[in-house]
């Protein structure tokens, strides 16, 4: 038996996402993984936020107060933060901190999908529906054709007139 292999040899420890920043520059930005803490808070904020909108809920409605969403921006992206709020504007700002949020709940490929949708979740994948119905439409039975690999030749037009009369 070959036993496992050491976790951090196939399991990203950081994310580094490139950004265009106020002045112009491209500075990349490095997210190292929340501490196991962190990350089960993050979580548990994500999973109520996906549970209020099945629910329903105004959008509207607010779950975090200012300073929880700006200490829940400061946990995603650790020590980036700092540089994220002095170089990037509140768009790019939000992109990248979603970005972090989603590859901490969801993976690195959630996570680069939300990327390149440009911070737009619902472009990044397709929803649940939508999934579902790819699914089915892929398991769905297919009518066979002839086994023998012949097919009927088309009706000539003396059988049409012998069909109707």
Known sequence: MAGFKVLDEFLGDSLDLPVR?????????????????????VEALMELGIRMAAEGADPDT???DDAQELDLYRTV???????????????????????AMLWITQGLDAAEACWNAGGVPSQA????????????????????????GTSTPPATSRARKAAQT
Do not use: M
Not at 125 to 148: D, I, L
């Open 21 to 41: 920043c106020n002045d112009g520059e491209i500075r990349t930005f490095h997210i190292p993984a929340p501490s196991a803490e962190d990350g089960l808070r």
């Open 62 to 64: 607010e779950v975090l």
């Open 77 to 99: 992206l650790g020590p980036a933060y700092d540089d994220a709020i002095k170089f990037l504007n509140s768009a790019r700002f939000k992109v990248l901190a979603l970005t």
């Open 125 to 148: 994948a397709p929803n649940r529906e939508q999934r579902r119905a790819s699914s089915r439409a892929a398991k769905s039975t297919r009518s066979r054709g002839s086994q023998s």
